[in-house]
């Protein structure tokens, strides 16, 4: 019998039970146990290749997932590493649990997994026509963020790693349809692009905190698209080295949305321009745009800045949000454009935190209140995570 505990900050912190002897080709018990007295709607479980290995399958996408009742659960395999063959090393898929719930599923191995359009609740692609854009979504949110050819745009150029938020209020992929009909400023029943995210930092960019100022890279030069729905979205975007004092960095932001989240994952591995014998330390600010007539409230113990706030041309309201772990938070900054969390960026140089919005008539989430306990509820949720059993039967 083994035990394995791990963290994994794509999804749920899972706590696994790994029975040994599995027959070769068999199938696996499955239990999932809620430890919160809180539901938990849509919630991804993520199960690794070594945790699979008792099937004895070479190809994660021929894994199979049932519930008690026989019937099969979506899944979706994973090159969560981009290896030279984009080979799956892990699968996810998503249940519902009430308070204090445990489930149980069946794995097996079978025919190759095959998906319908209306299977994938997630999308992402980098967009030459548009002056390089790379936009992304789930079926609750969509973002977009610029790449190199909007900076010299002889109509509107513009010189930012801000994040962009597209408003949607339905659940069926829309950037394709916008970008087709170029008039997503407007609100054509599906929602539209309201926001101007400009030079701020927008919904969740973020920048580096020195000498009383937040230093930011110019826009992203490359991108590479790791995972394509239907249940998780993974992507990088490299950032050229810019110049912060007397020092230069690089980043490389990877970001993973997953169906019915509310909130992206951000992963920004960064790389300092300097002399071996003259390591440097790093504050890193990330930022939410200020908007007149804001609400603003922060919870640093638990990790949190959040904003309630009108959607430009009286379209509603939304909520805004940044979430990291609170032990590598070290204080709250502003500027003209941002209110920003800092963070000092740990030794391994990479950074981990959430952000993500909620437009109010998008149904789901319709006022402070509200947004404040999904908020309060996900953090919960990181912090005790889906105990799993796994089993051999």
Not at 194 to 201: I, N, P
Not at 321 to 345: F, I, S
């Amino acid at each position: 019998m083994i035990t394995l505990s791990t963290m994994n900050p794509n999804s749920l912190f899972l706590s696994c039970l790994l029975l040994t002897g599995a027959s070769k080709g068999g199938e696996l018990q499955l239990q999932a146990t809620n430890p919160l007295a809180i539901a938990r709607s849509r919630e991804t479980l993520e199960l690794t290749a070594a945790q699979l290995a008792p099937l004895a399958t070479e190809d994660l996408r021929k894994i199979h997932i049932r519930d008690t009742s026989g019937q099969e659960i979506l899944c979706q395999a994973v090159d969560s590493d981009f290896d030279p063959y984009h080979t799956p090393d892990r699968v996810v898929f998503q249940a519902d649990f009430a308070p204090s719930e445990t489930l149980s599923f069946t794995i097996s191995s079978g025919p190759k997994q095959t998906f319908q359009k209306k299977d994938f609740r997630v999308f992402g692609r980098f967009n030459r026509e548009r002056f390089d854009d790379f936009a992304w979504e789930n079926d609750r949110i969509a973002h977009r963020t610029y790449g190199q050819a909007l900076e010299t745009w002889d109509g509107e150029p513009l010189i930012s790693s801000t994040i962009d938020i597209w408003s949607k209020r339905t659940e069926k992929p829309i950037i394709n349809d916008w970008y087709l009909a170029d008039d997503y400023h407007a609100d054509h029943g599906e929602g539209a692009d309201f926001y101007s995210a400009g030079l701020s930092r927008g919904c969740g960019a973020l920048g580096i905190w020195a000498s009383d100022r937040l230093w930011t890279s110019r826009n992203f030069t490359a991108s590479r698209v790791l995972a394509n729905g239907p249940i998780r979205l993974i992507f990088e975007l490299d950032y050229e080295p810019w110049r912060i004092g007397g020092t230069a960095v690089s980043e490389v932001k990877r970001v993973t949305l997953d169906a019915g989240s509310q909130l992206n994952h951000f992963q920004s591995t960064f790389h300092s321009l300097t002399r071996p014998d003259q390591p440097v330390e790093l504050t890193v600010g990330i930022g939410l745009r200020k908007t007149p007539g804001d609400t603003a409230a922060t919870d640093s113990a638990k990790g949190w800045l959040s904003q309630w706030e009108p959607v430009s041309g009286k379209n509603g309201m939304q909520g805004l949000a940044v979430w990291l772990d609170p032990e590598t938070l070290t204080g709250q900054a502003e500027d003209e454009l941002n209110r920003l969390v800092l963070a000092k960026l740990p030794s391994d140089g990479t950074l981990n935190y959430w952000s993500g919005f909620a437009w109010d008539r998008a149904g789901i989430i319709t006022d402070f209140a509200a947004w404040q306990t999904y908020l309060k509820n996900f953090a919960a949720f990181q912090q005790s995570p889906i105990e799993v059993t796994l089993t051999a039967p």
